[in-house]
């Protein structure tokens, strides 16, 4: 998968979250937008850490300790 399909998806997954997070702030008890809420977060998870790995990190979270990528 390229680099701009990548963040693209990372996007997508990241509006979902978004959507879910206000979804819940009407419906709190709603489990199964709860369970898919935590779904697509471990997903978004998985997808910035394949992506950080092969290009570069998103958030300084991501980042490598191996001074390959320096924040100032």
């Known amino acids: ?15 979902t979250l978004v959507e879910l997070m206000l ?5 709190p008890d709603n489990t199964e937008a709860i369970d898919q809420f935590n779904y697509y977060a471990k997903v978004k998870t998985k997808m910035v850490q394949e992506y ?14 191996n001074n390959k990528w320096k924040w100032n």
């Open 52 to 65: 950080s790995s092969m290009y570069e990190p998103l958030t300084k979270e991501y980042a490598v300790t």
């Open 23 to 27: 979804f819940l702030d009407t419906h």
């Open 1 to 15: 998968m390229d680099r701009k399909r990548m963040l693209c998806d990372i996007g997508i997954v990241d509006f």
